[in-house]
């Protein structure tokens, strides 16, 4: 298979690697990353997760668990009011 760039995928893929790497990032990352979001779109579904990803059914688990507990979990929690005191009035 060759890519858009030219290059035959190996090459392509080991530039790409080494053009993250000079700016910090790790393509493994990246992965996990987009791995992890579509985990969140798709409602956790670690079915889905092993066909689009070719992942083994363990790995998605895993990320259908922590994007379980994610969705499970409130973005933000309001504090409740205060109670006014009899000294406060």
């Known amino acids: 298979m ?3 760039i030219g290059l035959p995928e190996a090459e392509a893929v080991q530039a790409l ?3 993250a ?5 790790q ?3 990246i992965r996990g990353d ?3 979001h579509e985990a969140l779109a798709v ?4 079915l889905h997760l092993a ?7 363990a790995t998605a688990i895993a990320y259908a668990e922590i994007a379980r507990s994610l969705l499970e979990r409130p973005i933000e929690s309001t504090p409740a009011p205060a109670e006014a005191s009899p ?3």
Do not use: C, P
């Open 27 to 29: 393509l493994e990352l």
């Open 17 to 19: 690697r080494a053009t």
């Open 51 to 57: 066909a689009v990803f070719n992942l083994s059914s």
């Open 43 to 46: 409602g956790a579904d670690s």
């Open 87 to 89: 000294s406060d009035n």
């Open 2 to 4: 060759v890519l858009n």
């Open 34 to 36: 987009r791995v992890l």
């Open 21 to 25: 790497a000079l700016r910090g990032v």
